[in-house]
């Protein structure tokens, strides 16, 4: 590779390109379950109803703070997310006995007639989005993606500190 290439790829924008696949790829999923599903239901509340039904279906009990920690989410936007899943008719939240604070989710009979749907949906955008990608190119696509996303948590450590100890949190060494 020349010396005037490899300067020109370093000096592309990697953050920029890749927030605008982020956006392409969130649109289009967005697309296709509106289309395929439910108008009702959007890319990530399509997720996450599939992360709720795969779980109940395993006997697992599921809250939203499973939700906040699988997706890394912020708890408000988990909040707003289950309230407008719960108006549509898709999940249930419960009060559970020992913890009325606690709340258990449960998908509902419109959220588990739509997950058959939802699943064919998110197969066939998953196999049009590796079209023409190796497995090589996959793998190293996922080990480029993990080592960036910890470079940007070191970034934003640096910039912010670490995050403040709350009532329920604990330092670790």
């Known amino acids: 590779m020349s010396t005037t290439k490899a300067r020109d790829l370093s000096m592309q924008d990697a953050g920029r390109q890749l927030t605008y696949t982020c956006h392409q790829i969130n649109s ?5 379950i509106a289309a395929t599903v439910s108008p ?11 992360y709720i039904v795969r779980t109940v279906r395993e006997g697992r009990p599921l809250y939203q703070r499973d939700l906040e920690e699988s997706f890394h989410v912020r708890r408000s936007s988990v909040t707003a997310l289950l309230k407008a ?6 999940i249930t939240r419960n009060a559970v006995e020992q ?4 709340k258990s989710l449960a998908p ?3 959220g588990l ?3 058959e749907h939802l699943e064919r949906c998110i197969l066939s955008f998953e196999q049009q989005l590796r079209k023409d990608i190796t497995a090589d190119d996959l793998s ?4 480029i993606l993990q080592r960036m996303s910890r470079n940007a948590g070191e970034a934003k ?3 912010t500190g670490p995050a403040p100890l709350t009532p329920n949190s604990t330092h670790k060494e």
């Not at 899943?85 to 898709?90: L, S």
């Not at 190293?140 to 080990?143: E, H, R």
């Open 108 to 110: 509902t009979a419109k």
């Open 157 to 159: 450590a640096r910039l």
């Open 28 to 32: 289009a999923l967005d697309a296709c």
């Open 85 to 90: 899943m719960e108006r549509a008719g898709f």
């Open 113 to 115: 007639a739509c997950f």
């Open 40 to 50: 009702e239901l959007t890319g990530m509340r399509g997720l996450v109803l599939g």
């Open 140 to 143: 190293a696509l996922v080990s």
């Open 99 to 102: 913890d009325a604070r606690l």
